[in-house]
């Protein structure tokens, strides 16, 4: 009864929000980040909203970001396959991928090409009358559940230019599910897209060159990223260890969202 309760105000809340305000859809991940086994994990993101524009990352990356922004300097960085930060514009419509390697932030634009196959396939979700989607992205097949009870034509990840929000998505083979759990509006009066580190936008082609170098050998970019440091035994020897960390860490890694 909760649930249905959770879901039922959500529309009155929804349907009585004025413009200006940041909309917070909470969404939980379950997925395998590994080929090697079949061990799931799960985590939260936030989608955050606002008239014609969205932010969509990690609920951890959000509050690590926020932090860094008011506290004025860098963070140290971390290994994690889910640091990416998607900034939409829903009205061109255009993507941005932010993606914060261990190097750094290195992020890619493109037109959102989506090509969405409607289904007359239905079914209730909560509440809310649902209807089925199906696209192909980033070489899985992926399969939608949106409601147009909620105008926000929007979801996790990517994934957006529905004729309403996004409930469930997942790929055809159940290895990453998004599921919406919860909103909250007045998150804030903008959206936050700020990035504390450098970042080289380029094309995804270029990204997924730049990605695929660091991941196959992170120690000239180690290096590059302490070219003001001296490069004694002892640091070389560290920055080796680092570069092997890196490398088992991906290869430990390696089913990610887009293959």
Not at 73 to 99: A, R
Not at 142 to 154: Q, R
Not at 194 to 202: L, N
Not at 206 to 226: E, G, H, V, W
Request: charged content about 25%; aromatic content about 12%; some cysteine.
């Amino acid at each position: 009864m909760k649930k249905v309760n959770l879901f039922v105000f959500f529309v009155v809340l929804f349907s009585c929000a004025c413009a200006g305000q940041v909309h917070r859809f909470y969404y939980e991940l379950t997925y395998k980040p590994s080929t090697k086994n079949k061990i799931f994990k799960k985590d939260t993101f936030y989608l955050d909203n606002l008239d014609k524009g969205s932010v969509f990352m990690r609920k951890e990356k959000c509050e690590s970001d926020s932090l860094l922004a008011a506290q004025a300097y860098l963070p140290v960085l971390s290994l994690e396959t889910m640091n990416f930060k998607v900034v939409k514009d829903l009205e061109t419509p255009s993507v941005i991928v932010k993606d914060d390697l261990f190097m750094g932030t290195i992020s890619y634009k493109e037109p959102a090409g989506l090509q969405w196959k409607l289904s007359s396939e239905n079914k209730i979700i909560e509440t809310l009358q649902t209807q089925k989607a199906e696209a192909d992205y980033g070489g899985r097949h992926w399969i939608a559940w949106f409601t147009k009870e909620i105008p926000v034509f929007d979801g996790p990840y990517i994934f957006m230019g529905l004729p309403g929000l996004i409930l469930e998505l997942n790929d055809a083979d159940n290895e990453y599910h998004w599921k919406f759990v919860g909103s909250k509006k007045n998150v804030r009066a903008k959206l936050f897209t700020e990035s504390m580190m450098e970042e080289a936008v380029m094309s995804k082609e270029a990204y997924i060159k730049n990605r695929t170098d660091f991941i196959r050998n992170p120690l000239p970019f180690l290096m590059q990223s302490m070219s003001d440091i001296s490069k004694n035994e002892e640091t070389m020897s560290k920055m080796n260890r680092q570069a092997e960390a890196i490398k088992k860490y991906y290869s430990d890694n390696d089913n990610t969202i887009e293959k």
